[in-house]
């Protein structure tokens, strides 16, 4: 009883772990699956966000504007710069003009007018100059910088709403693998209890004759030693027919004559049946031996193949069988020897000595 008690409670151990780990495994993977559906969640929302912000930044940028804009700016300033140039060409070629006026010239008062002409064109090249540095060119270096300022808050904008995309479908990915995985290892298992079940429901069951199930067959258990002592398999080399004095060893002696004289009734049998076949083989070997073996002549070294034919088509035709006439009666095949009645009588009476010895 107490082998029993402690063999239980170890199954009982055994169970409660296995029980345990199969739900702690159960809970993990509930976890898991949940933890990686909520981050699959919040980069869903991050990247609705930064797609939304990429969508805001486009509108309120008005990039197409400002690009018109800095188009028209960049024209007004080559088109200042362009005067400026021309002005101060101008201003020194007047500069050269008024050196090169002779006395008379002055006279006439030409030199008032070359200096109204200087210095008209150096006020325009100094107004040109200050428009082109402190107007024009700053407003153009100002937008230059809101659109590019602007295509870098929508690049990154872009850049990390498909940032997030990527990891979303990276998650969704691993997420689906380890969903198939769980899958496949529970379609493994239940495959495997189905293979246990129909196993079991096909196992042989054994039972005693009076109809209660064997315990020295138990299923899933080894087999009692004693089952195979009880065994009824027959060898005619290691059986013993010799004398007994028990009863009970008379009894086995007694089988044992029986099984030898069955065995010998199928060896006569066998014996009769393949008697027949026996003589087309010997004859197929003669003529294999006779062609293989090369003559003692030294000219005549290759077996002649018309005579082997020859000899091999005689053979067949002597040893032919003959078509069966089926008008003939079929003579009846010579019955067997079959089992004395004398011993299977001597077996009867130990068994009845044995059973009153017993009683």
């Known amino acids: 009883?107490?082998?029993?008690?402690?063999?239980?409670l170890i199954l009982q151990r055994c169970w409660r772990g296995y029980s345990s780990r199969q739900y702690m495994h159960k809970l993990l993977f509930d976890r898991s699956i949940e933890q990686r559906k909520t981050q699959v969640c919040l980069l869903e929302a991050e990247e609705q966000y930064w797609s939304e912000v990429h969508a805001?930044?486009?509108?309120?940028?008005?990039?197409?504007?400002?690009?018109?804009?800095?188009?028209?700016?960049?024209?007004?300033?080559?088109?200042?710069?362009?005067?400026?140039?021309?002005?101060?060409?101008n201003h020194v070629e007047l500069i050269r003009e008024r050196a090169c006026l002779s006395p008379r010239a002055i006279g006439e008062g030409w030199d008032v007018e070359l200096d109204k002409g200087i210095e008209k064109y150096r006020n325009d090249v100094t107004?040109?100059?200050?428009?082109?540095?402190?107007?024009?060119?700053?407003?153009?270096?100002?937008?230059?910088?809101?659109?590019?300022?602007?295509?870098?808050?929508?690049?990154?904008?872009?850049?990390?709403?498909?940032?997030?995309?990527?990891?979303?479908?990276?998650?969704?990915?691993q997420l689906w693998q380890r969903q198939q995985q769980q899958g496949r290892e529970d379609e493994e298992r239940a495959l495997k209890i189905r293979i246990a079940d129909e196993r079991r429901k096909w196992a042989i069951a054994f039972y005693r004759?009076?109809?209660?199930?064997?315990?020295?067959?138990?299923?899933?258990?080894?087999?009692?030693?004693?089952?195979?002592?009880?065994?009824?398999?027959?060898?005619?080399?290691?059986?013993?027919?010799?004398?007994?004095?028990?009863?009970?060893?008379?009894?086995?002696?007694?089988?044992?004559?029986?099984?030898?004289?069955?065995?010998?009734?199928q060896y006569q049998l066998f014996e009769k049946v393949l008697h027949p076949l026996s003589k087309v083989l010997e004859g197929v070997n003669r003529i294999a031996k006779t062609a293989s073996t090369p003559s003692s002549v030294e000219?005549?070294?290759?077996?002649?193949?018309?005579?082997?034919?020859?000899?091999?088509?005689?053979?067949?035709?002597s040893n032919a069988p003959m078509q069966p006439n089926l008008e003939a009666k079929v003579p009846s095949r010579t019955p067997v020897n079959s089992i004395p009645w004398i011993m299977l009588d001597q077996l009867a009476a130990e068994k009845h000595k044995l059973a009153m010895e017993k009683a």
């Open 56 to 89: 805001k930044l486009e509108t309120r940028l008005c990039l197409p504007k400002l690009r018109s804009d800095q188009v028209e700016l960049t024209n007004k300033v080559n088109q200042i710069h362009d005067r400026v140039i021309e002005d101060e060409r």
């Open 209 to 265: 004759s009076s109809g209660k199930p064997d315990k020295m067959r138990r299923p899933g258990r080894p087999w009692d030693p004693r089952v195979y002592k009880e065994s009824s398999t027959f060898c005619p080399v290691s059986s013993d027919t010799g004398t007994s004095k028990t009863s009970i060893d008379r009894v086995h002696n007694l089988v044992d004559q029986i099984k030898m004289q069955s065995c010998q009734n």
């Open 127 to 173: 107004n040109g100059k200050l428009e082109l540095l402190l107007g024009s060119s700053l407003r153009l270096r100002q937008l230059e910088e809101s659109i590019q300022s602007g295509e870098e808050s929508l690049r990154q904008a872009r850049l990390r709403a498909e940032k997030f995309s990527t990891w979303r479908e990276e998650e969704l990915k």
């Open 1 to 8: 009883f107490k082998e029993k008690a402690s063999a239980s």
């Open 299 to 317: 000219g005549a070294r290759q077996v002649n193949d018309d005579e082997t034919a020859k000899e091999a088509e005689t053979f067949i035709k």
